[in-house]
């Protein structure tokens, strides 16, 4: 009896322990991602909007022309502002890229044959983002500007991604596979920057 119970209390132990740790380490999956805790200033804003999944050609035009409105506006307001050079210069980086972005996209408009308009507005979510950056306290700003600048950047990654594979319109689609690394060395330097700031 007492060899029985034994036997199955290693039995048990032997289950518990291939639970915990697969044998084989591929089966375990990708490590879990460490999430740093947000960051107290930026993280009482509203969130940024992200970009919708475009397919369809005017919506991706829409969510492009947004976001380089977005980035050129809040890349002005930084150069007003903060009184950090690496900051400062990444902002004067963001305009003249997205100044940029804003004309290779009119000149696919163009191309495209549609009769396309980039909006010359940001979107009311944008604008109350855009306020709300530029209520922020003197302390706070870089670290607010630079949070907003990486949740931008995913967004635009995300769509530029999704339209270069399924959307609708081939000139649009050459447009967004180009622009997919110019966007993702964006997201590289402001993750960079971040954890530069103090």
């Keep these: 009896m007492n060899r029985l119970r034994l036997m199955a209390a290693a039995a048990i132990a032997l289950v518990a322990a291939a639970c915990e740790k697969p044998a084989d380490p591929a089966a375990a999956g990708p490590p879990p991602t460490v999430v740093a805790p947000p960051d107290t200033v930026a993280s009482a804003l509203p969130a940024l909007p992200a970009l919708p999944d475009p397919v369809i050609g005017p919506d991706f035009v829409d969510a492009v022309a947004g976001a380089n409105l977005f980035e050129i506006a809040e890349g002005n307001l930084a150069l007003q502002r903060s009184s950090n050079a690496k900051v400062k210069d990444y902002a004067s980086a963001m305009i003249a890229a997205h100044t940029k972005l804003t004309a290779s996209l009119q000149a696919a408009i163009d191309a495209s044959g549609q009769t396309l308009e980039a909006p010359t507005d940001m979107s009311d979510d944008l604008q109350t983002k855009l306020a709300a950056l530029k209520s922020t306290a003197a302390a706070g700003f870089d670290k607010a500007y630079i949070a907003d600048q990486i949740a931008a950047h995913q967004s635009a990654v995300r769509a530029m991604h999704t339209y270069a594979k399924r959307g609708d319109a081939a000139g649009f689609k050459t447009f967004a ?13 402001a993750q960079a920057l971040q954890a530069s700031l103090p």
């Design 177 to 189: 596979a180009d622009t997919a690394p110019i966007v993702e060395e964006h997201l590289a330097r």
